[in-house]
């Protein structure tokens, strides 16, 4: 991957075949709610990779909610939420417990294709607990991780084949 800057805007280089390839898993394949995982080694490019996509203009017309959040080491199920709903929905909801957050994030959610992205997760403990936010009402909805570790344990039902980058 090199980053170029041209006439003011930065150009990322190297990706295009492994854009190419998430594009198609965002957009293809099943209605159902699928989660793709992007894994590699630290500095490989992982939120760049991911960062590309999520501003690809056939993504941002396709997806009709798109909402990005960093996670932290030792996340808390309620940031995680609070950070998906103030990107996608430039939410103002701050003094909510766990509940009233994970029950507005499924509503304003339901009946939208949406696009989730959780940049560097470390652990998917909490996981099963999080995907009750996350309608399936097969319009073709996607979450996509980051992370270093390509062994979080996930539900089955809901995982893609990961995506590698060497």
């Known amino acids: 991957m090199v980053s170029r800057h041209?006439?003011?805007?930065?150009t990322?280089?190297?990706f295009d075949d492994d854009a190419k390839r998430l594009v198609e898993q965002l957009m293809g394949g099943k209605k159902q709610l699928q989660v793709i995982s992007v894994v590699g080694m630290a500095g490989l490019g992982k939120?760049?990779?991911v960062k590309k996509v999520f501003n690809e203009p056939s993504i941002v017309y396709h997806f009709h909610v798109r909402s990005w959040t960093t996670v932290t080491q030792e996340p808390k199920k309620s940031d995680v939420v609070l950070g998906i709903l103030k990107s996608g929905f430039d939410a103002e909801i701050e003094n909510c417990r766990?509940?009233?957050l994970s029950v507005n994030l499924k509503r304003r959610l339901s009946g939208q294709r949406y696009?989730?992205?959780m940049d560097d997760i470390w652990d998917g403990n909490y996981w099963n607990d999080l995907m009750l936010c996350f309608p399936d009402d097969?319009?073709?909805s996607r979450i996509v991780f980051t992370s270093r570790l390509a062994n979080l344990p996930l539900p089955v039902?809901?995982?893609h084949p990961l995506?590698?980058?060497i």
């Open 6 to 10: 041209i006439a003011g805007k930065e």
């Open 12 to 14: 990322v280089v190297g």
């Open 47 to 49: 939120t760049t990779l």
């Open 98 to 100: 766990d509940m009233e």
């Open 115 to 117: 696009l989730v992205v």
């Open 138 to 140: 097969n319009v073709g």
């Open 157 to 159: 039902q809901y995982q």
């Open 163 to 165: 995506h590698f980058l």
